[in-house]
């Protein structure tokens, strides 16, 4: 039983990580798209 909850916690924290790095993703793409509409007219 503890080595399935620790396999739950690890996948758990692997998730987590992964959604941080989709925001991180989703905030530099946002970045970007902001910047290239302020170089339209």
């Known amino acids: 039983m503890k080595k399935a909850n620790a396999k739950l ?5 692997s998730m987590e990580e992964g959604i941080l790095n989709l925001r ?15 170089l339209l007219p």
């Open 24 to 38: 991180k993703q989703k905030a530099s793409l946002e970045e970007i798209f902001t910047s290239q509409t302020k």
């Open 9 to 13: 916690e690890e996948a758990l924290y």
